[in-house]
């Protein structure tokens, strides 16, 4: 009887436990990184951000120290628990349980951010994400994107399905298996799908990683 493997991403990322080590704190691009934080510092001081798919907190921790203010949301409220953990300051950081993918929330924002999500959301549901976040955020919004990019040789995909999302096998502690999307954009694909649905986009391409910025329209 062959091995079930789940489908369920949040229930995978409610249960993993290794959120820097895997998509973010990678010791051969911590320049890149760097580079990215600083760029990121430029973009979001005095923005009011609406955070999608915040997780343990990794980039709301970040955006605290410059931000006027951050709602950083989660679809799993004990990913939000542990992200409470870094005792930001509440002046500035505010927590909300929403699905990124339509994030029902209120509040005035200036910009949106999300880091390392975009990947997960299939191609086909791109548009309608971004006709949620305009909504929500407004017109003229600024969109900051932080994504990882496909390394030759590194980069492991289990599959492709017809509309051209990629999937990955990941497995929590316990053992079991999830199947997960997870899309490797280069810049033309990024700028085919997403350039008519924003304005003033720009593709920053670093080692390992790649960083979008544009308005909302």
């Not at 990215?36 to 430029?42: D, H, V």
């Not at 932080?146 to 051209?164: H, L, M, P, Y």
Request: with cysteine; glycine share 6%.
């Amino acid at each position: 009887m062959s091995e079930t493997v789940k489908t369920d991403m949040a229930e995978y990322y409610a249960r993993r436990d290794n959120f820097d080590e895997e998509d973010v704190e990678n010791p051969d691009a911590m320049d890149a990184l760097d580079e990215i934080m600083e760029r990121l510092r430029e973009l979001m001081t005095g923005q009011r951000v609406l955070e999608l798919a915040c997780g343990d907190g990794y980039w709301t921790d970040e955006l605290a120290e410059y931000a006027e203010s951050v709602l950083a949301t989660d679809i799993n409220p004990n990913l939000l628990e542990l992200a409470k953990t870094r005792e930001l300051p509440e002046e500035v950081v505010q927590f909300a349980v929403a699905d990124a993918r339509d994030p029902q929330v209120d509040g005035s924002f200036t910009a949106c951010f999300a880091g390392f999500w975009w990947s997960h959301v299939r191609r086909q549901d791109q548009a309608d994400v971004i006709a949620c976040l305009t909504k929500v955020v407004g017109k003229g919004g600024l969109l900051v994107l932080v994504d990882n990019s496909f390394i030759e040789g590194e980069t492991v995909i289990a599959r492709t399905d017809a509309e051209g999302n990629t999937y990955q096998i990941h497995t929590v502690p316990g053992g079991e298996r999830y199947e997960i999307v997870k899309n490797y954009h280069t810049d033309s694909t990024l700028r085919k799908r997403l350039g008519p649905l924003l304005r003033d986009m720009r593709v920053h391409r670093y080692d390992h990683y790649w960083m979008l910025t544009a308005r909302l329209k």
